[in-house]
């Protein structure tokens, strides 16, 4: 397998259009930062953060994730919805607090390479459905339920928090030697003059079981 056999679009076209996008619209009140606007990655604003530790396991075939569920705050989500890129490069948004969304032009959970699912921190008032996801801890675990049937199981091994104008585009989206799964939202102080997060957090989670 060729280092990015794995993905749906050229990895240059992603981040051509995701630098700094990447779940900075993950809120109406989100700013979407503008290719060009980032330069490189300052260091993250670190929630936690430790090296894998967990047995890796096998990459799976190709199939879409159904549902969500992390125990350890609570998520369970009803069906997970396609995200792509709208007409300006920007990547798409759930239409509202409680759902969440995959990522197509990434891999299926499972599948070789960072799985990325998406959703609200809150959405017009309403606690979104990652609303708590920047208290993950390392070892909680996110399970994928995909079409196939198979419980996908993942291990977290950091959660960060990232400012948008050095959103590590090539952690999140560049190569893995495994499958692993990022959960994005938005975080961070909330800028009232302009209705925007300033942060992202992101969860990184590695295929542990299935």
Known sequence: MTKASWRRWPFPLVIGTLIGVALAAVLTACAVPQPGQITSPAAPSTVSVTAPTATAAPPLGPSKPVTLEIPAIGVR??????????????????????????????????????????????????PGIFVRLKELKIGDEAVVHRQDGVDAVFTVYAVERHPKASFPTEKVYGDTTGPELRLITCGGDFDSSTGNYLDNVVAYAKLTRA
Request: proline letters at 8%; zero cysteines.
């Open 77 to 126: 989500t009803g069906e997970i919805v396609d995200l792509g890129l709208t007409g300006d490069g920007s990547l798409q948004v759930p239409s509202d607090a409680i759902t969440t969304g995959w990522f197509t032009g990434g891999p299926a959970p499972g599948e070789l390479g960072p799985a990325v699912l998406a959703g609200h921190v809150d959405y017009k008032k309403v």
